[in-house]
């Protein structure tokens, strides 16, 4: 019977011409619904976990115990919607933005909110 959504058989195809390479020094894949694999680079680079065995990483900061080591999503919160994740991604991009270029241009939750504050003065 295969994946179904609303009813409907799910079918993937391939958009031909759609491939594309984004440079990189490492990939990060993150998979499944464990706690983060502590053996390994967790380990040797000595990043804290917290209660439930995430990476411990405050919300908002997303910035480990280790210098220059951020977390967010399942790594931080522990399994969530998938929403959570890539909200959550965005707002450590711009963390991560801030912290190597004092500032950031990229979009946040937060500029909604002062957004707001402009036209409710």
């Given at each position: 019977m295969g994946n179904r959504f609303l009813g409907r058989?799910?079918?993937f195809t391939e958009v031909e011409g759609s491939e594309r390479e984004i440079p990189c020094q490492r990939v990060f894949l993150a998979m499944g619904f464990l706690n983060p694999?502590?053996?390994g680079m967790l380990e040797s680079l000595g990043v804290e976990l917290d209660g439930r065995?995430?990476?411990n990483a405050k919300e908002g900061v997303y910035r480990t115990n280790v210098s220059k080591v951020f977390a967010a999503g399942d790594m931080?919160?522990?399994?969530?919607l998938v929403v959570w994740a890539?909200?959550?991604g965005r707002e450590c991009a711009r963390k991560v933005d801030e912290f190597l270029?004092?500032?950031s241009v990229l979009e946040s939750k937060d500029s909604v909110n002062?957004?707001?504050q402009v036209f409710d003065s």
């Open positions: 058989p799910v079918k694999q502590y053996v065995k995430n990476v931080r919160r522990g399994q969530s890539i909200s959550e270029m004092g500032h002062q957004f707001d």
